[in-house]
């Protein structure tokens, strides 16, 4: 072996080499960490490759281009380049890189590598396709040399981030890179992207964590329908089982890290639509149950329900009874000074008939009061949503059997009743679904018949619709701004809804926004065994480790 000065370090660059859409993006550090003090172990000079070394990373984005820099023999003349061979794997936990997901070579003379004169070890690729990063991934890069020669690379300073590096054997495949540390070392590289401009969805917080509550009952399809929180970390959902017998309500508390099932005394045949969180001490919870008075033919009542985690309490509020027949609470909101509000629907009598029409109760702390929607009510009407900020109430519906569909029913409270509102442009609406509300202005979603989203926003001057790939099936305010979901998630943007890229199919009936940096969504996916319930939560990142963001670039499902 001849003696070495000095190792340099292998430095790894990635940029986009195609912008989507085919515009300019800038570059963007997203992972990268400096040069440590110890030396990975060299190849011996009569090898035709170098080592094989993989180190794993956490970013977003359209990996278009790779620069490596490094060079081992300081006293000789670096081996001659005869190739480079860069893989991508599949993350995995303590086992090193997992399966192969793209594998690029590029032979000396091609267009795509150019080699550095002045530095004859840095190296440049393109990607003739690029790869498409969606969370953690491993990077390995080979080098294949013309003539021997030694290559080694410097470690990264401080500990390990994410696994330490893994080198390949050709007989006994990967294992930890030997170095001095008992913690393993990272190799020392830079990664850098353009991310996908068109999901900006946290604006800088971080990024999204998949988080599947315990299945219940066995393997019955079952899915979320609404999510509330006081903050990133506590939070309560609602849900439904497909059970032989009919639909089972579900219940999730997310406390210490985890989401558990909330054993709730309620009465058989209930069923839960929605919850809102008043403060971390005191959950709502609202739906339907049956009722049977005396010789009277059962019928489904309003439910509310009253949850004090602190003590483990809980409480079966009393409602109005509409015997005329079946009433339904299907959403519920906690208000500034109002108290708690619900909507839903009741069969009620009108003039000389029976009608089913939109249902707005009020408790002020002491009991529930019916709150009148004004106007006459069109057949079968009903209110789905309900949203409140600053002293401000809306609700939304419409009319239809069950699904609550057409002849569509925007009201605010005028501090009497809730009064109709006009709103132009809904004409491609089948069903209004959510509101969302700041000091400013109003936002309502919805789906047309082929469950396209359509989504309307009051500036306080006039109602304009602001197109959108996804949502419209649920809408949630903070500070930063809104977000709206349904096949996939969105946030609104300097003018515009920019959705999350292209993932997984998942369908969103929930969001909680209950501060600026924290979101939840709930929801299903179809998974093997049938439908599943998740949680999408938002994970606030710091910069310090090397993570920055303009926003959630994707999200990485995984749940069984």
Known sequence: MRKQRRLLPLVLGLALGTAAHGEARAQQLLWGSTRGELALPERPTESAHSIELADDFEAWGEIGAVVVDGLACAECAAPRLGAVELRFWRWRAERGPGELEAEIRLDAGDPGLTVDSERPGKLSLRLATPFAARGRHFLSVRLEFETIGAWSWWS????????????????????????????????????????????????????????????????????????????GERAWAVGVADAPEGRLPLLFERAKGAWSPLAAPLPVGARLSAVAAVSEKEIWFVGSAPYAPGPLPETRQPLAVRYLPTTGHWEILPTPVYLDGDAELLDVVATEGEGIWAVGSAVIPVGDAVERVALALRHDGAAFERIPVAGRPSTGEGLTAIAAAGGRIWAVGGDGAGAIARNLLVARWNGRELERVAVPGLDRVDRLAAVALDADQVWLGGLTGGGDAVLVRFDGLAWQEHPSAVGGAALAADAKGFVTAGAGLASFVDGKWRPEPDGPAVAFGGLAAPRPCALFAAGSHAASTGERGLVLRLVPRGFADGFESGGFEAWTLAVP
Request: hydrophobic content about 45%.
């Open 156 to 231: 990264a300073a401080g500990k390990p981030r994410l696994e330490p590096a893994w080198l390949r054997s050709e007989t006994e495949g990967w294992s930890p890179a030997p170095s001095d540390s008992p913690i393993g070392v990272d190799l020392a590289f830079e990664l850098t992207t353009s991310p996908w401009d068109d999901f900006a969805l946290a604006r800088g917080c971080g990024r999204l964590e998949v988080e599947a509550p315990p299945a219940p009952l066995g393997a019955l399809p079952w899915r979320l329908v609404d999510v509330a929180a006081v903050d």
